[in-house]
């Protein structure tokens, strides 16, 4: 029971930001909207989407919008075969409708407890005092990566941009990023975006991060997806954070703390109100 509602809170921080997600795709006059997507990967990797390697978040992503898209089009495609008529369809939607009182009941029970929850700013900056090495922004670098099949396609690629340095190499490393890379995020030139130490595969990782901004790596990086060349394009320090910076995320953590407390409470008080019996 624990797990189900720490889940559930994951999800408000997680979804919260996307209450008017952007539209991802249209299947005949429908949306799919971020918010969607997000709370099915949320769902999906147990909250633990973000600490994916980019590659892999994309090609998650990508997978669930399509499954989304395949689904949509069996729904519109059973609405026109008349599925929703009948019989079948009605009685296991009944049953369904039963089982979906009780969870979303819960779900709105669980969510007025949360928000019944308070936490004074004087403790937030309580906690902030008395932890304030806890809030460092890790040292970050922005990579791009050509990713190929085999060594040899990958040398040929380092060969091909041998001599180019300042923005000649960046651009030449975009366009052969999306005329060759097998990765998903070739069409954008190779783009990882900016990223921690560690969220990367190790052998990327340890490369990327003892290479020079604005320079490739010298000899292809393996890894279980393939061969990489890498382009660093920006390296940011590490930063203490502010408590500005951090003062909502404090506040929700504690809020967070609070009402597992408040939760084990509450249960052991119902469970003490209730007849419960299991079968042997």
Known sequence: MRRQFTMWALGVLLCASAVNGAVLATVNGDSITSEEVNRVLLEGTQGRFDSLPADKQNELRQRIIEGMVAQQLVFDDAKKAGV??????????????????????AKVWEQQQFESIKVDAKEVKAYFDANADEFIDKEKIHARHILMKNSVDAE????SLKGLTG????AEFISLAKSKSTGPSAAKGGDLGY????????SFNDAAFAMKEGTISSDPVQSQFGYHVIYLEDKVPAKKMGFDEVKNFIEQRLKMDKFKVHMEKKMSVLKSKAKITYSK
């Open 156 to 159: 040929e690629v380092i060969k």
């Open 167 to 170: 923005e000649k190499l960046k």
């Open 195 to 202: 990223f921690p130490r560690g969220q990367m595969v190790p």
């Open 84 to 105: 929703l008529e009948s019989k079948e369809f009605k009685l296991e939607y009944q049953k369904l409708s039963e089982r979906m009182k009780t969870q979303l009941a």
